[in-house]
């Protein structure tokens, strides 16, 4: 194993080959032993799980293609897409998505991590009002509204350095984000962007003409609505 993936609590068995093909290897007699000794909750042999038990090799999760988008499925206060690269694999709690047109592939991720695109996501997500957690699958992913990455390709000087800053730093939830304290109402407040939020987002309300109050109803609108819909899941 190396160095680095010591770290990681959890990791991954990669395997796409047939029991023929792994006699007299380590992987056949990790199959051999998962086999004998993994159940599920329910007692069944780990084999027989519903889940994999359908699978050509029951421990192989098949080859996986190339990735451009990785969606959280689940969202909360935070909101975040991420540019898939070869060596991600991904679990069901994510979406993977894959760009007709690679060639703007880190603009397409710029504008989906632009705070429109999140109140447009919070708009059209499905709500789970009784646990607060909004899901986004397939539909919501495909029909997704954004700014069309081709404008920010033609200004690449102006958000190249922004998204290397998002992309190296934790995304927050959208309160710290967007500079609101979510014990206070968010209309008595004004918004306050982390800096590099608040570049990619002048990008993208330039690009569309909003004036300075549209700019601020975006940032009020999407941060007011992810607050209801977790208040909501509370009282209930």
Known sequence: IKPEMKKFRYKLFYCNRSRKQLLKTKAFQYIAWAERNLKTKDGRKIQDAPSVKGRKYWYSIGRQQRVDVISNRFVGERFIFLEGKKEFLVCDVFFVCKLDNTNVKKETVASLNST?????TEVNGRKTYGIGVMYIYGTEITRQLL??????????????????????????DIYSELGFKSSIPIRQQQPNPLPDRKALDDIVFDALGLTEEERKEVYWAV?????????????I
């Open 116 to 120: 429109l695109t999140f109140l447009l």
């Open 147 to 172: 700014l069309n990455p081709q404008i920010l390709s033609s200004k690449k000087n102006e958000w190249a350095m922004i998204y290397e800053s998002l992309a190296s730093r934790k995304i927050l």
């Open 223 to 235: 941060a007011e609505l992810v607050k209801n819909r977790l208040e909501k899941a509370r009282s």
